[in-house]
């Protein structure tokens, strides 16, 4: 049973004990009951403190119970809170670490809680695309008022105890000993008469809860335009606040209910646990060994160099940066601390932390200074005779154990690892520009990477708040080489009849932060030809549209040349659709013979996010990536895709892969239809009415 029961002077305890973080799992659930009636029935105890082992008070609902029958079997955690409610005997929530969602709900359905300080409370159900089911959006407006009780719940942010110490949610926010403050606690009130008070019969006071709940929902509304839950939480805390608390909770039962089964809860519900499952590798046990990384190292003081060692100062590494000439160092320092600046003035920095973290820098022109370093990482430029050399060059300073990881985005990591005698020791870390924001790490697996060192580095990467991703090797890893059959069908859509801003603004309809042409004009088009020339010499068979090329001849590179696929005005980054290029492409069509017609957006949205679905299904096929999760997660946190639609193979699965192979044979037998090769394991799926994750 996952739940512990051991009585102390008059005093039962029940101690939640469902390791990682005690979620109200059925078999812990059921043993609260058994606790709260053995408690009742025993003439010696006179009160109960509910607690959890380790390092919760409680995480919520067990999560990887979702949609399971054991999510709903009796006792539900309503029945658990109701079970405590009407205990006859006093029950004391002693609360520490973290009391979420259902464990912050089970917590209110006690008569007292007590709470040590640094505890992180919160209804974070929103962030899954639900609200709180057992009862918060009733019992939390009645403990701490209306506009922070909907404040929590809308935002499902954290709020440390100590900062409710005087809200009314608890009693006593105690220093040192919980535990035994709880036993006292709990003897003062099983000495008292009951009936012991109950947060359900508290009223909901505010001056004007209709205005503010108004007000509200106004506010919510614009900016939760794709998720259908924020807008619930605040029908449901206004259900109680008219109709009271019971047809609150009813009306709360019915929204959990119908939010449950959404797309959009689904979507993020994926992205929980895909965030989660991309730091375990298959076959690196969970217990590997890692490396203590004290000091690392940076090679290269460029956007990408300096954006990296900001990652590792910001959690208190400090960082040796190597340049080859002074004032490249210096350039890359000074635009280090233009960056922390930019952070201080919007308030999210304080001074002397930009001083302190500047601090951690040592810049230097000399190899020699990285012999210390546990872990280097090469930011330099991307042409594998520089790799060889700063490889080689490595071998011969960095001490045994060294981790040494290339920040490249398309070179072969067992090529690089050849440069050296410590194969083992070197892994690909392909940040993603600006390394200091992007989230995504994207990992990259040599044929001979040491499976401590991949252990190490998926550690690393959470202490940087990375979302890491292990790819094996091959061109693009998994982001790029999904990207590369994207942009192929939007070059192929402007040959055939559409024109960029259509492209655009059909994807970012879908979700996208950005179009493929904004994209490009934003990173550079010239990026995008120097990868296709490399492309044409080593895959003369595959088929490209060369209208990029004929932009580029135009020198139109982007908003850095003041123009690309659109016209930008100086000082204004706005796109604003070019006649020229139009005209350009046009007359590309006519050269090439193709017929121009109208492509509708639900075309373009196929082309595009099933061109990503279909070589994201190669790459799985392949073992280069684990897992189609992981692959999302290299979306949803690299490439803008919308997290409410959880990432390209969970949007397929949304779809149906019946209806993605039968989208993709179309696609196959038009124009340019050779770009299309179907990925075997999409039909197979199909075949089978399975999806990528299930
Ligand atoms: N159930 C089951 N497992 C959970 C869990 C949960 N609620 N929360 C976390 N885990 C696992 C997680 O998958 C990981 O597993 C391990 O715990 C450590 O997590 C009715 C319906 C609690 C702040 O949304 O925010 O209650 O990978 O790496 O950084 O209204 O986890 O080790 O095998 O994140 O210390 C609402 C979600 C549920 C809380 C701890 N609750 N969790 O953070 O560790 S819905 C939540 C978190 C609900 C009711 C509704 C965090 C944490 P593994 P971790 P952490």
Excluded at 196 to 212: L, M, Q, S, T, Y
Excluded at 385 to 398: H, I, P
Aim: neutral net charge; proline residues 5%; charged residues 25%.
């Amino acid at each position: 049973m996952a739940v512990d029961y051991t009585t102390h002077d008059g005093v039962a305890v029940i101690t939640l004990n469902n390791p990682p973080v005690n979620g109200l799992g059925l078999s812990t659930r059921a043993g609260i009951v058994e606790g709260i009636e053995r408690a009742q029935n025993d003439p010696a105890i006179k009160a109960i403190v509910l607690t959890g082992a380790g390092k919760a008070f409680s995480g919520g609902a067990d999560i990887t119970e979702f949609n399971t029958p054991k999510a709903t079997q009796e006792p539900t955690l309503a029945t658990v809170i109701k079970t405590v409610e009407s205990s006859a005997k006093p029950v004391v929530a002693a609360i520490h670490s973290v009391a979420m969602g259902g464990g912050l709900e089970l917590a209110l359905g006690a008569h007292y809680r007590i709470a040590a300080p640094g505890a992180q409370i919160a209804l974070p159900e929103v962030k899954l695309g639900i609200l709180p089911g057992a009862g918060g959006t009733q019992r939390l407006p009645r403990a701490i008022g209306l506009e922070a009780a909907l404040n929590m719940i809308v935002s499902g942010a954290p709020v440390p105890s100590e900062k409710l110490a005087d809200s009314g949610l608890f009693d006593a926010v105690v220093d040192g000993d919980l535990a035994a403050a709880a036993l006292a606690f709990a003897r003062k009130v099983g000495a008292q008469q009951g009936p012991h008070p109950k947060v359900r019969d508290r009223k909901i006071e505010h001056p004007n809860a209709a205005g503010f709940i108004q007000f509200a929902r106004n506010s919510v509304a614009a900016i939760a335009k794709n998720f259908p839950a924020p807008l619930k939480c605040i029908d449901a805390v206004e259900a109680g606040v008219q109709n009271g608390f019971d047809k609150g909770l009813a009306f709360e039962r019915e929204c959990f209910i119908a939010l449950v089964q959404t797309p959009e809860s689904r979507a993020l519900r994926h992205a929980f646990f895909g965030e989660r499952a991309a730091s375990k590798i298959p076959d690196v046990p969970g217990d590997t060994p890692v490396r203590d990384i004290k000091q690392v190292a940076v090679i290269g003081a460029g956007t990408m160099g300096g954006g990296i060692a900001m990652n590792f100062i910001n959690a208190g590494i400090p960082v040796t940066l190597l340049e080859t000439k002074q004032e490249a160092l210096e350039r890359g320092l000074a635009t280090i601390r233009k960056n922390y600046e930019a952070t201080v003035r919007k308030g999210k920095l304080k001074p002397e932390a930009l001083e302190e973290r500047m601090a951690l820098i040592t810049p230097t022109l000399s190899y020699d200074d990285l012999k210390n370093a546990d872990l280097i990482v090469e930011a330099v430029f991307e042409e594998l005779g520089v790799k060889d050399q700063v490889f080689r060059r490595l071998d011969e300073v960095a001490k045994p154990g060294a981790i040494l990881a290339s920040n490249t985005s398309t070179l072969d990591v067992d090529k690089i690892a050849a440069f050296t005698k410590r194969p083992q020791d070197v892994v690909g870390m392909h940040f993603f520009s600006p390394a200091n924001v992007m989230k995504l790490l994207e990992v990259v697996r040599g044929k001979e990477t040491a499976k401590d060192v991949l252990a190490t580095v998926m550690k690393l990467a959470k202490k940087i708040k990375k979302t890491a991703v292990v790819s094996g090797v091959c061109d693009g890893f998994i982001g790029n080489r999904m990207i590369e059959q994207y942009i192929r069908q939007a070059l192929f859509m402007l040959e055939e009849g559409a024109l960029p801003a259509q492209v655009d603004k059909a994807i970012e309809k879908f979700g996208f932060a950005m179009g493929p042409f904004r994209m490009s004009d934003l990173a550079g088009n010239d990026i995008g030809w120097a990868i296709r020339k490399r492309r044409y010499q080593e895959h003369p068979d595959m088929h490209y549209s060369k209208i990029a090329d004929r932009l580029c001849e135009m020198g139109r590179f982007g908003q850095k040349t003041g123009g690309g696929w659109y016209d930008y005005k100086a000082g204004d980054r706005t796109a604003y659709p070019s006649p020229v290029v139009d005209d350009m492409i046009g007359a590309f069509s006519k050269e090439t013979n193709a017929q121009r017609r109208k492509i509708g957006d639900e075309e373009i949205v196929e082309r595009l996010v099933f061109a990503l679905v279909n070589e994201g299904a190669k790459i799985l096929e392949e073992g280069i990536a684990s897992k189609a999760s992981d692959i999302d997660m290299v979306y949803l946190t690299g490439y803008g895709f919308p997290l409410y639609r959880g990432g390209p193979m969970l949007y397929a699965d949304t779809v149906g892969l019946y209806n993605v192979e039968r989208a993709i044979r179309r696609y196959a037998s038009r124009p340019n239809g050779d770009a299309w090769r179907l990925a075997r394991s999409i039909a197979e799926l199909a075949a089978q009415g399975r999806g990528f994750n299930g």
